[in-house]
């Protein structure tokens, strides 16, 4: 399965929360917020419309379903492409972030310096 | 049933009842659990992004059929409109004859009354029935109405618009799935325009332009989600003014109505193209 990066960041928070196992929606919720320290605060439209593109893309898949006080709940889970899909996003983050943080970014403020001064 | 639970039922409307009927117990679950206990209402984000998913939800819709086959769903709907704008105004009409036969001089209302039903059933075949039921009951129909139009070609006329529509049925109705049901509505609020001069105050004269005006605003709005009722409004427009611009002698306004809302037509198709499947193959992202 095929997928685009950059992945939005609801996106790879919806993925990043499966990567310990299937959770239902709510707990998505919650858990992309826990892991984006507040940041990520899914609205319950959005959450769907993402899980709905994801299952699409064979990215995420139904778990299992069960009926609480009355009404459907599903969980869901990554598949291997889903995970595959995080980790490129996660990579790719990590090697953009290098260029600001890491040895890159160092050299390259040393060499500006010595050429202004030249 | 809690005040909130109805207000998330009422928000979920905004998705296609197909989805509704797979997801929205879920959902209705999901954003229950999200809202802040005390509250009467979802939290103003949540109502946002429920609306703008169900919009997008109903768009997706569209992305699982060719250009092609929309096109045909929103021409048979105004088509259908349009046949059910008339009779209904002819079931007004027999009504009336029935009811003061002598004094009006006009023909059996009964007759009237069996042509107006065969074609609100040819209409509702559209949605139930087979593309072959919808051609059978059209045809009696025509021939009925027909046949009453030699005995008073001025109290009861079946104009071009009436049968071109009815071959727009008969030809297309069928081939290209059933519209959904959603579709009705236009369909419902189109046949109650005759009866508004009844209920409205005197000035709104026949047709109630301002009904019309709404309609087609609203559905211009709507393209940009969804092109088809702007496709089919205008198809409706077309067949409601066909016969007066073509009894207009001088520099005719029904011309010229014809003219601005076959352009809007046309132009619709655009939206529409890229809203349907050869849009989707190219546009989706993560």
């Not at chain 1, 893309?57 to 069960?66: D, M, P």
């Not at chain 2, 236009?186 to 209920?199: E, F, K, N, Q, R």
């Amino acid at each position: 399965m095929s997928f685009r990066l950059p992945m939005r960041e609801p996106t790879y928070f919806v993925l990043a929360t499966l990567l310990a196992g299937p959770l239902h929606g709510y707990a998505i919720i919650k858990r992309a917020e826990e892991l984006s320290n507040g940041r990520i605060r899914l609205a319950t439209g959005t959450l769907y419309t993402a899980l709905d593109r994801l299952t699409a893309e064979g990215f995420v898949h139904l778990v299992s379903e069960e009926v609480v006080a009355g009404r459907v709940r599903r969980s869901y889970g990554l598949t291997d492409e889903g995970s595959a899909a995080l980790r490129a996003e996660a990579q790719r983050m990590a090697e953009a972030a290098r260029l600001v943080t890491g040895g890159a970014a160092a050299r390259g403020g040393r060499l500006g310096r010595k050429a202004r001064t030249a | 049933m809690t005040t909130l639970e109805r207000r998330c039922r009422l928000l979920l409307r905004a998705y296609p009842a197909g989805y509704r009927h797979d997801r929205g117990e879920e959902i209705l679950g999901t954003l229950l659990e999200a809202t802040p206990e005390g509250r009467a209402w979802p939290l103003a984000r949540d109502i946002r992004c429920l609306v703008t998913g169900g919009l997008r939800a109903r768009a997706a819709l569209n992305r699982q059929r060719t250009t092609a086959a929309n096109l045909r769903i929103a021409v048979v709907a105004g088509a259908a409109a349009y046949l059910a704008f008339s009779t209904a105004f002819e079931v007004k009409f027999a009504v009336l004859t029935l009811a003061a036969p002598a004094e009006r001089g006009l023909p059996d209302g009964w007759h009237l009354l069996l042509a107006a039903a065969l074609v609100g059933l040819a209409v509702a075949l559209v949605w139930v029935g087979s593309r072959r039921t919808v051609v059978l009951t059209g045809l009696t129909a025509a021939a009925i109405a027909v046949s009453l139009a030699g005995w008073v070609p001025r109290a009861f006329h079946w104009p071009i618009s009436e049968l071109a529509c009815m071959v727009v049925l008969a030809l297309l109705a069928g081939r290209c799935g059933r519209p959904g049901r959603a579709w009705l509505w236009l369909v419902a609020i189109v046949a109650v325009l005759p009866l508004a001069t009844d209920l409205t105050p005197t000035f709104w004269s026949f047709p109630p332009a301002a009904w019309l005006v709404a309609m087609g605003i609203a559905s211009l709005l709507w393209s940009v989600i969804d092109a088809r009722p702007v496709i089919a409004t205008a198809v409706f427009l077309l067949a409601f003014t066909l016969p007066s611009a073509m009894e207009d002698a001088g520099p005719p306004p029904g011309v010229l109505v014809l003219a601005v809302v076959g352009a809007v037509a046309a132009v619709a198709v655009w939206p529409l193209h890229r809203q349907s499947a050869r849009a989707a193959r190219h546009g989706s992202s993560s």
